[in-house]
Structures are given as C-alpha cells and as structure tokens.
C-alpha cells in the first residue's frame, strides 16, 4: 500500500510518521519545498525522541521525500509527476497547514483552503482512488463557547474566534463536498490543542502552548521582571479576559498520532468519517494561569473582557491574542464516535500543571523536574 503524507516536518506530522511507520515499510514524504532538509528534520526529530538506532538508519530508504508547495497548482510538481504520483497512491494524509492564529486570513486560506483542494485534486485524479485522512481541528466548532459540540456538526453560526478557526472550517466544508460530489470516503481527524511533555529544541518544531513561554520571557524582560522566584505579593498583577470556570482540552500530540493512526485503520463508510480526537479530560483555564505564574513573576487575574488600559506587562502578556478567547471557553467535545470505535480513552498521561511546565519551559523548573 503506498501512503503519502503533507506536513511530515511539523509539530504533528513528525509523530504521524513515526506511528505509519509500524504499520508500513515506506511511505511518500511531501515535503514543504524550499523548507530545510525533510529527511534530516525527522531523522533529527527520531534522534531526539529516542527512537530505535535501526529505524533511524533505515529512514533514507523507507522515506521518499519530494518537494511540493500547496500554495502552488499541481503542489508545485511538474504535470507528469503530479500524475505519476497521484496514480500510484492509495492513501494520502494531509496533515500540512499554517497553525498562525493570528495570521492573516488570505494568507491562511492560501495553505489551509486552497492546500486542501490540490491535496483532494491529487486524490481526485489517482487511478487507486487514495483515500484522503484529512487533518482538521476540533476548533472548527468556531466561537461557540458553551456546551457540547459533536462530530457530526459543523456550522458557522457562531462565527469564529480567529482566522485560523475559519480557515480550517472552510477546509473542511471543502473536504465534505468533495467526498459527497465525488463518491469518494473521506477521513477527517479533528484533534483539540495539541501538548507535549518534552521539552522545546531548536531543531524541533514549535507547539501551540509555547508562545506562551515566548510572551511571558519577552514580557518580564521588557518589565524587568528578571527574577522569577519572588514572593507573591511583589508581583505584578496581569488581568487576562477569560472565565474562572473556564476550561480547554489538551492532547498529548504522541497520543493523537496514535489514535489517528488506529482510526484510519478501520475501513471508512464510504461518506465523510469525522472524529474527535481529543483527552477525556479537559484542562482547568486556572491551570493555563498557573501555568504562566510559574515561569513568570506575576499574578494572573481572569477578568471578564480584555482591560481598556492595559499596562505594559498585559499588553505584552497578550500579544497572540487568538489565543486568548480560548481562556473563556466552557465547552466540550463529544467524541463518541472515536470511543465507540477504539473503546474508552486509555493515553494515562494526565495533562496538568507539571506537564505543560515541562513542555514548554526552556529552564526546568524544581516542581516539573523533582530536582531541589
Ligand atoms: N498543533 C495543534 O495544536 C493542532 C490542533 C488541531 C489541529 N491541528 C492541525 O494539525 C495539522 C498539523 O499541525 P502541526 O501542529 O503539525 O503544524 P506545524 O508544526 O506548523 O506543521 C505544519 C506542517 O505543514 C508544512 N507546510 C506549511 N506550509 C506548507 C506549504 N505551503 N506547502 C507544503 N507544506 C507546508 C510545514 O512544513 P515546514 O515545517 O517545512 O514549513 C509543516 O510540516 C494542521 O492541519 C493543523 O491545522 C493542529
């Protein structure tokens, strides 16, 4: 069976490759051109993971890179690779994409939107008919920031919290109508936040929680705030908007990779199979402000709306702002389709105040790491 994969070098996909790696011999990299050298990023990412020395020696002949651009036609291929590639798969992952929040909703259509559609051109024109495992986010379910969101929905009645949102939402509508136009089963993975417990590298790629780290160095930089370990009532107080009783769901992105990968391993029923892979239990926004209180001297206080006059320290506390809306969501995401398949939630990691500590803290911190 030959599988292909967009997005192999990302926070995601690198974790992808290694889970479709068990199941199959070799596997169609389409890698990001003109992005740094694909094999040698998941060759660093298995190094760094601890991956066996034997898969690591092996990738060169079990990974086929080939350089595309999914904001070109073709992904940027000439006609008849594009053919010759598109006839010989049986199963693509789209994981690629622009994950910016913040960025630009042209630019994000371009990657996201339009990515998608060469991604579904190429399955359209494959001879196998590849079935298309499309990655999208539960964040689809846009602003609605109370209550239950299910699988089967998605509407954009409550509009969306950033362009991301909306540009992954339209993704989908795109995935959707193409399965139903074409006859064609499709696959749509939609994963909450995505977290780790390993700690950033610079040769590995960002997660979503680690702006949060960036903000708050840069903050307490600009503020003065070099010294962390002072006593709570020196401490500056940051207001945020967000609810007290606000909560977000986590995955451990190793945990997702292997539940995508199990899902896409029972047969598809021939429409748009949508699935929630999210954690059973969502995280506290307090554990989010404790967060930042550990690795930065202040105090964080949730406060309903974004203050008007916002001291130098909150302005700079707040600088990816589409983030911050997610502070006071309340809402959670019904995954039954996914439990009914593989049964009850079984990752046993706990995504709490340690784990996020680890994941996104460049210096270890006494609590995260046991040390004195
Ligand atoms: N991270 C999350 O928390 C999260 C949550 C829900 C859903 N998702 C979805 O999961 C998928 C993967 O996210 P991620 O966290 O792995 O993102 P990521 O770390 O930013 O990786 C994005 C991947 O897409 C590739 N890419 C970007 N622009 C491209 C282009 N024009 N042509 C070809 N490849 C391109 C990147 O290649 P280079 O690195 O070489 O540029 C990289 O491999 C995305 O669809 C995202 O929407 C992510």
């Known amino acids: 069976m030959r599988v292909a994969l967009t997005g ?4 995601l996909g690198l974790r992808l490759v290694r889970q479709l790696l068990e199941q199959h011999d070799s596997l169609t990299v389409l890698a990001h051109a ?3 050298c694909a094999l040698g990023r998941i060759t660093r990412f298995m190094e760094l993971t601890g991956a066996p ?4 020696t092996e990738l060169p002949r079990r990974l086929r ?3 595309t651009d999914l904001c070109r036609p073709g992904l940027g291929l000439p006609n008849a690779e594009f053919r010759r590639l598109a006839d010989e798969l049986d199963v693509i992952w789209h994981s690629a994409g622009n ?3 913040d960025d630009d909703l042209g630019s994000l259509r371009r990657t996201n939107v339009e990515g998608t559609r060469r991604v579904l051109e190429l399955a359209a024109a494959g001879a196998r008919r590849p079935l298309v495992h499309h990655i999208g986010t539960a964040f689809v379910g846009g602003a609605r920031r109370e209550g239950v969101i299910y699988e089967d929905e998605l509407d954009d009645r409550y509009g969306f919290e ?3 949102e909306q540009s992954k939402y339209e ?3 795109l995935v959707r109508d193409w399965s139903r136009l074409h006859g064609r089963p499709v696959v749509v993975m939609r994963p909450s936040v995505l977290v780790t417990d390993l700690p950033p590298h610079p040769e590995l790629p960002e997660h979503p929680l680690q702006f949060l780290s960036r903000i708050v160095e840069s903050s307490a930089r600009s503020g003065g705030l070099a010294e962390r370990d002072i006593p709570d009532e020196y401490r500056p107080v940051v207001r945020l908007a967000g609810h007290p009783h606000g909560h977000l ?3 451990p992105v190793e945990h997702a990779a292997a539940v995508m990968v199990q899902l896409a391993s029972r047969p598809p029923s021939g429409r748009a199979d949508v699935y929630h892979v999210v954690h059973d239990h969502d995280v506290a926004t307090t554990v989010l402000t404790a967060l930042v209180e550990r690795i930065a001297p202040v105090k964080v206080r949730l406060v309903e709306k974004r203050p008007d006059d916002p001291a130098r320290l909150e302005a700079a506390a707040d600088l990816y702002p589409g983030f911050t809306p997610y502070l006071s969501h309340r809402r959670r995401f019904d995954d039954t389709r996914v439990r009914n398949l593989l049964g009850p939630f079984s990752s046993g990691i706990r995504v709490d105040l340690d784990y996020l500590t680890t994941g996104i803290s460049t210096r270890r911190t006494a609590s995260a790491t046991g040390a004195p």
């Open 65 to 67: 890179v080939m350089e």
């Open 53 to 56: 020395l034997a898969l690591i």
């Open 162 to 164: 950033n362009s991301y």
């Open 171 to 173: 993704a989908e509508v």
């Open 8 to 11: 192999a070098t990302g926070f």
């Open 99 to 101: 994950i910016n929040l």
């Open 34 to 36: 003109g992005s740094g």
């Open 249 to 251: 769901n986590l995955m």
